[in-house]
């Protein structure tokens, strides 16, 4: 995806908002493994060049999603999410947000 930052937190911030987006139903325990998917590739298409100045908002809602999720995890499963499912998703997030913003 070779959006603008801009366009990427707009991006993002829909992901994060309640009803709709991904992140906002996985805080009320909804996880549904097809939209999982999307939001998925979606990470999966942001490439930053490595010498790229990065937005403060951009990171804000990047770093935090592999948290969120993993604190979302108790949650889900009460409400029907399958374990295996969630956590190879948890465990993809985590690999495409390190590939964005690396790993110390």
Known sequence: MNNSFEEWITLLESEWSQPNGFLGKLRDGVFDVHEGEQFAKMIESIKLQSSAVVELRFVSL????P????WQKERALKKGADSLDFEQFSNRIQALVEDILGVP
């Open 67 to 70: 948290l969120f999720i993993s």
């Open 62 to 65: 990047i770093w935090y999603i």
